[in-house]
């Protein structure tokens, strides 16, 4: 074997993909490969990494343009999809749907607050999948927009623009929720039972993105990525990036960590990777599909790639007390392997695991991913600006 140092370019992995020759592997199937041949030997057989997951992911939302069917026009100050508000203080007739939005006046908010069945991100799934949504819109007029209110019925091919721009997704880490209380609680983790009787937890493990590339080597403003079900563009650090010094020997944070802003066109994407949840007790959340493809550029990115579940580390948190209350503690780590043998030990106690993230859908994210490559219809693109990683 060569003694050089394995050293590879996008551009040139870009043109092993288009003549068909690129070797490519899930995430999954890059632990195996590091761990039989070593990193340096998986970084000269390996040209690129696909990853996935998919999760509730609360900082999403549509941006969106309805156009100007008929005149006179309107520059709406007030929207509403299905009843569900979105912020039209864009100017003309752009506006913002946010994925945790609630109606305004469904009765139930009156009797259990967050006993919600549909939001934001509901409307966002039933436009994907070619369902008509009901539109709203008031102004208070003008001379160059003259028109006071709009009320029509719409689908995805009616909007003008329709943009995923989802504030922050793909979580570095995240904490495993536990509940010290005495009674149940119910959570944007799901539902917690008292007395730390059940751990939900959320991450893709040895699949997820940022795990994969831990220092942002190759992640970056223009990585071109899967959204949910279509193609679209990492566009910077999330809003709540903040990349821990608590790292472990490989590097991998012991806290949430890094976060992504990412954005895509809705009408290429797929209702299978755009879920609308109802979580009881707290509200709705939007599940996400994100995959990210990772080039093996030399030794350190094979060696990133070949994380395994047994690496991960998760802080367990107490929900029910120090979460809300916004304190630091936490109560132990655990590994993301043990979560996902459906049992964890936690101070000395064996309490079952609840996925809220889908392994199944972060594999399927990684192979439709990989197929697109080896294909030739997805090409790596070369990150245009740095995420801090420090």
């Known amino acids: 074997m060569s003694s050089h140092k394995v050293i590879k370019t996008i551009a040139e992995i870009n043109e092993r993909i288009k003549k068909g020759r690129a070797v490519v592997l899930n995430a999954e199937e890059m632990t195996e490969a590091v761990r039989r041949m070593g990193p340096e030997k998986a970084a000269r057989e390996v040209d690129v990494v696909t990853t996935g997951t998919f999760s509730p992911m609360c ?6 343009n309805i156009g100007q069917p008929e005149p006179p026009k309107i520059r709406t100050t007030r929207v509403w999809m299905n009843d569900v508000p979105a912020y039209a203080g864009l100017a003309a007739v752009d506006a913002y749907l946010g994925a945790t939005e609630l109606p305004e006046d469904d009765p139930q908010n009156k009797v259990y607050p967050g006993q919600f069945k549909y939001g934001g991100a509901h409307v966002i799934e039933d436009l994907v999948a070619g369902r008509s949504v009901h539109l709203r819109a008031t102004s208070y007029g003008t001379d160059c927009y003259p028109r006071r209110s709009l009320d029509r019925t719409v689908t995805l091919a009616d909007l003008t623009c329709a943009q995923l721009l989802n504030p922050r997704n793909c979580y570095q880490n995240y904490n495993a929720a536990v509940n010290c209380t005495s009674r149940t609680i119910y959570t ?7 007395d730390m009787r059940n751990v939900n937890f959320a991450t893709a493990g040895c699949l997820s993105p940022l795990f994969n590339d831990p220092w942002f080597r190759t992640i970056g403003t223009g990585t071109r990525i899967f959204l949910g079900g279509g193609q679209g563009y990492v566009i910077g650090a ?4 903040d990349p821990s010094p608590q790292r472990t020997e490989k590097g991998l944070p012991l806290s949430g960590s890094g976060t992504l802003m990412v954005r895509g066109d809705l009408k290429g994407m797929k209702p299978r990777y755009l879920r609308g949840l109802s979580l009881t007790g707290y509200g709705v959340s939007l599940s996400v599909g994100v995959g990210i493809p990772i080039p093996i550029l030399n030794e350190e990115m094979a060696a990133f790639t070949g994380v395994s579940n ?6 367990v948190k107490d929900y029910g007390y120090d979460y809300p209350n ?6 132990q780590h655990v590994r993301f392997s043990d979560l996902l043998s459906g049992e964890v030990e936690i101070q000395g106690r064996k309490i079952p695991t609840v996925p809220l993230t889908s392994h199944v859908i972060s594999l399927e994210i990684a192979d439709t991913l990989k197929a697109w490559i080896e294909k030739g219809e997805f090409l790596l693109t070369e990150a245009v600006d740095r995420i801090p990683a420090y």
């Open 59 to 64: 900082s999403s939302g549509l941006l969106f």
């Open 188 to 194: 944007y983790m799901g539902p917690l039972k008292p």
């Open 238 to 241: 999330g809003t709540q990036h």
């Open 310 to 315: 047994e690496d991960i580390l998760m802080p």
């Open 326 to 331: 916004g304190l630091p503690r936490v109560i």
